[in-house]
């Protein structure tokens, strides 16, 4: 196991630790594995005893009386965890469902980070155009030069945001067309 740095006499992180309120003197007793960094201490708010182990591609943390008794549960976790015949999902039945990529065991509640691409919520831009949106693209489309320049004399800031704008309409408006029911005056909607 890898003490972590703060917990190890003479480092600059220890230095830092004791100015801080320090680090209370403790010796790991559970048989963590070698690739495993592991710290402990006391809580700020409020003061309950942890000891937090960094398995690689997971964290563990366990609470309890004493030091020792947060280590202890700690290590009855990683047991649990590494002998389960893991089933990963992204949902935890406490924590809700995880669309960064992290993953949960449906077993043993063991997290891991990057099990799963991560889900990338693609907007509000994949559908049609309202049709003031479609009117606001022709005038862009169909008199640039003035409108554009006018536009541009005005709020030059905002220049390139105002043709990004537009070219995302474009797209839109190319693969997803325009939404005829939504009326004149569709910026309304609840939904826009």
Avoid at 73 to 84: I, K
Avoid at 99 to 113: D, P, Y
């Amino acid at each position: 196991m890898r003490i972590a740095s703060h917990h190890i006499k003479g480092t600059p992180e220890s230095a830092l630790s004791a100015v801080l309120g320090g680090s209370p003197d403790y010796s790991p007793v559970c048989a963590w594995p070698d690739d495993c960094m592991v710290q402990w201490g006391n809580g700020i708010i409020p003061r309950t005893p942890f000891f937090e182990a960094f398995p690689p591609g997971t964290f563990i943390r366990g609470e309890g009386e004493t030091i020792e008794a947060a280590e202890r549960e700690a290590f009855a976790q990683y047991e649990s965890e590494f002998l389960c015949d893991h089933l990963w999902g992204r949902h935890s039945a406490t924590r809700g469902t995880y669309l960064n990529g992290g993953g949960w065991c449906r077993r043993c509640a063991a997290f891991r980070g990057k099990m799963f691409a991560e889900v990338i919520t693609l907007g509000r831009w994949r559908k049609p155009l309202k049709s003031w949106e479609r009117d606001h693209l022709v005038s862009v489309e169909e008199n640039p030069d003035d409108m554009n320049e006018w536009m541009d004399a005005k709020y030059p800031e905002r220049a390139i945001e105002r043709r990004r704008y537009a070219r995302l309409l474009r797209i839109r408006f190319n693969l997803f067309g325009v939404d005829e029911e939504s009326g004149r005056f569709g910026f309304f909607d609840r939904d826009s």
